[in-house]
Every structure is written in structure tokens, then in C-alpha cells.
């Protein structure tokens, strides 16, 4: 039998509630993606690229709804508005009454749980009865995970630099990056430089291993 996916709705005035589609997707697609920023750092003829943070994973599909029913020897053809199959699907995009924001949802099929908030939906109406009834529309899905921000920090701590860390060059990054992420600081790539007797800071290898030294306060005079 042939499990049908469905929208869970998480919380909110409908909290619990299930929209089962009437069709399975014949496909969806998954993204994501970071966010860069570029420093200026004196001296340097090219700016420097620094990590930000990672983006909300998005996902898009196309669902079918389809109320048609074919004429019959008996019966001609019928169907209900198909209209009301979407618009619990539509609804997802307005605030809920309690929670002053649209409802956070799971849409579930087999492997798939994506949580995450409905951000748009396209609806096409694509067939109708001679009296202008829509019996079937094309609804096209955009959705965008959310997390709880302490269960994404505990994925990923942010360190303190009060000890020396080891970290491993990837491509394209440079020792201001690693300045930058670990003391906020682009211009302390120097320190970290010497503590690996790095003496060109552009010849770096992806896949070299460094060391980021713990912070310690010095004077002018180096001391």
C-alpha cells in the first residue's frame, strides 16, 4: 500500500491537525546554502572573505489536487470545488490567531520529515466543470526550516579563545578568516602566524593543520 505523504501541523490553533495530499509528489527539491561577508584588511589588494552563518535548508515541490469524477453511463460528470482540498494548504502562510505568526509545520512521507513554515503557494487551476467549477489545480510549495536556537548552538558551540584549538585549512580561506572567527579580530592572523611559524600567510594548503593560540594581553613593546 502506498504510504500518502502529509502536513503536520505543530502547533498553534491546529495544533496536531493532519492535511494528507491527495497525490504524492512526483518530485521536491532540497537547498541550502551560507552567508559570506567581505572585510577590507590594509595592505591587501583583494577583500577578505568571512563566514557569517550557515541558511534555513528550503524546500520546493508541486502537489496535484483533482476532485474530477468521469462521466458514467448512468451519471454525468462531477466533482466539488477543488478550491477547498487547497485551502488548508493555503491557510498555512497566514498568521496563527495564537501565535501571531504563521504555524510551524512537518511535511512527512517515509523518510522525509522536513520542519519547517510554508512560505508560499502558487495555486493553477487547470480544469473545470461546464459550469466553471474547478476540479483540479496544481499547487506549487515553498518551504523553510526552522530550528530551536539551542538545539542549534549545541550543534554548533561557539569557543571561547582562552586555549590553544586546532583547526584544518579549507579551501579558499586564509589565516584572517580564522583571525576573524576566533578572536573578531582579521588583524590578529599575525598571531596566528607566528605561533605556526607561517611566514607567507597566501601559502596555505587546504588540508594543513594549525594551531589558534590562546588570546593573551601584550604590550606595546611586544612583551
Keep these: 500500500m502506498t504510504e ?15 492535511i494528507e495530499v491527495m497525490i504524492n509528489p512526483e518530485s521536491y527539491h532540497l537547498s541550502c546554502g551560507t552567508s559570506y561577508s567581505e572585510k577590507k584588511i590594509p ?9 557569517i552563518s550557515g541558511e534555513s535548508m528550503t524546500m520546493d515541490m508541486t502537489l496535484i489536487f483533482d476532485t474530477y469524477q468521469p462521466p458514467t453511463p448512468l451519471n454525468a460528470e462531477g466533482g466539488t470545488n477543488v478550491a477547498d482540498k487547497t ?6 502562510t497566514f498568521p496563527d ?11 512527512c512521507w517515509g523518510t522525509l520529515q522536513f520542519k519547517g513554515i510554508v512560505t508560499n503557494v502558487k495555486e493553477t487551476y487547470t480544469m473545470f466543470l461546464s459550469d466553471g467549477t474547478p476540479v483540479r489545480a496544481r499547487a ?3 518551504f523553510r526550516s526552522v530550528s530551536d ?4 548552538k549545541r550543534q554548533t558551540p561557539f569557543e571561547s579563545p582562552d586555549r590553544t584549538k586546532i583547526r584544518i585549512i579549507r579551501e579558499h580561506e586564509q589565516l584572517w578568516n580564522y583571525a576573524y572567527l576566533e578572536y573578531g579580530d582579521a588583524a590578529k592572523w599575525r598571531e596566528i602566524a607566528r ?3 607561517i611566514m607567507n600567510p597566501l601559502d596555505l594548503k587546504p588540508g594543513m593543520q594549525i594551531r589558534l593560540p590562546a588570546l593573551q594581553e601584550t604590550g606595546k613593546d611586544g612583551n
Design 97 to 107: 490567531g495564537t501565535l501571531h505568526r504563521p504555524p510551524t509545520v512537518a511535511f
Design 43 to 51: 595592505g591587501l589588494s583583494v577583500p577578505v572573505s568571512q563566514y
Design 149 to 152: 536556537p539551542d538545539a542549534a
Design 87 to 92: 485551502k488548508p494548504v493555503r491557510d498555512l
Design 195 to 197: 605561533a605556526n611559524g
Design 4 to 18: 500518502k505523504a502529509v502536513i503536520r501541523v505543530l502547533d498553534g490553533e491546529n495544533n496536531d491537525t493532519e
Design 140 to 142: 506549487e510549495l515553498s
